[in-house]
């Protein structure tokens, strides 16, 4: 029996509370899981995960699982362009802090981002992200655990 889609990570930027929540649902679900980054990461054995790494560069693990994720997967990324990205491939896209990105909310958050880069380049210190919290792991397990759950394998 295999899952019919498989979970990305952009891998660089990604806690890793957030990676081992990943490795533990991958490894009792069966789900293909691949971290993409462009340093090496160590992942757990296991036949469900695998590390990409990448060259260095902008963008390059990004464009990387843009080009591999197929309608259905499941990216996990704080990167709301690559998000935007992976949606118009028919994906889905979870944030760490647990923000389900799909085709009805994602253009919102694209021009908040925009809106934001805009204040940063105009000189306004709008600040960095709060540290990931307890309730930003929960959030981002459930939706996790909705989305697996919502997907039946194939037979």
Request: hydrophobic fraction near 45%; include cysteine.
């Amino acid at each position: 029996m295999s899952n019919p889609f498989q979970i990305w990570v952009d891998a660089d930027a990604c806690p890793v509370v957030i990676k081992d929540i990943l490795f533990r649902a991958a490894t009792r679900r069966g789900i293909a899981l691949t971290l993409v980054a462009n340093q090496p990461i160590r992942v757990p054995r296991s036949p469900h995960i695998r590390m990409l790494q990448v060259g260095a560069g902008f963008d390059v693990a990004d464009n990387e699982i843009v080009r591999l994720a197929q309608s259905g997967d499941l990216v996990i990324t704080s990167d709301i362009p690559l998000a935007a990205e992976v949606i118009d491939k028919g994906g889905f896209a979870l944030s760490p802090r647990g923000e389900f990105h799909n085709r009805d909310n994602i253009g919102a958050r694209l021009n908040m981002r925009d809106f934001l880069d805009t204040m940063r380049a105009s000189g306004f210190d709008t600040g960095g992200p709060p540290a990931l919290t307890q309730n930003d792991r929960k959030a981002f397990a459930d939706h996790l655990d909705r989305f697996i759950s919502g997907h039946r394998p194939r037979v």
